[in-house]
Every structure is written in C-alpha cells, then in structure tokens.
C-alpha cells in the first residue's frame, strides 16, 4: 500500500483514502495506479460516492444491515456492491431473505 516515498497516513480518514484508492485500482481495467481522489474515473468515482451516501443515509436511519430494496432505492448498482465495501451477511446473523452490511462498521461511520 505504502511505498517508501510516501507518508503513512496520521488518521482514519487517511487509512481509508488509501483503501478507496486500492479499491478503484483493483477495479479499473486498464490497471492504472491512483495516487489521488481526482485520478480516479467519474465512473468509478460516482460508485464510490453512491455508497458513501447510502451508507450515510443508512447511519442516520440507524440500520446497519440492509436489503435488496434498500441498495436498490438508493440506487446502488451491481458493480458498486462489487467494489467489495459491502459484503452479504452470514445466514446465521439473519433468518430473512439475503441482506447485506458494510465489511466493517467503520467502513459505513
């Protein structure tokens, strides 16, 4: 994550700056390395804002686990859930039909 030209992150929204970046890299199909916010495409981009709004939205209404109509009224598509930030639950931790949460609660605070 860290090359030895770059500083390590002092706080929490740093660590997760640098995951965001990780993320859009994995994605994206030309393999391009991300250094910032700006390089990555509207696209991407857009995803990444969509699910920071859900997630948003989510802890206001304070529900931490979601469904299908949930990601779907907030217009949430396929390929955001497939950014890997949102991860279907255990069926233990639920009875009802499939249902998702951020990877973890900070991800979503």
């Known amino acids: 994550i860290f090359h030895h030209t770059q500083e390590v992150p002092r706080c929490v929204t740093d ?21 910032t916010w700006a390089s990555i495409p509207a696209t991407l981009k ?22 299908e109509v949930d990601i779907e009224t907030y217009g949430i598509v396929a390929e955001a859930i497939a950014l890997g930030l949102l991860v279907v639950c255990d069926p233990d931790e639920t009875d009802k039909a499939q249902q998702w949460r951020f990877s973890h609660l900070t991800m979503q605070e």
């Open 46 to 67: 857009k995803m990444i804002l969509d699910l920071g709004k859900f997630a948003f939205n989510m802890l206001i209404k304070q529900q931490l686990v979601f469904t």
């Open 15 to 35: 660590i997760f700056e640098k995951l965001i970046l990780l993320v859009a890299e994995r994605r994206d199909k030309e393999k391009r390395r991300f250094r």
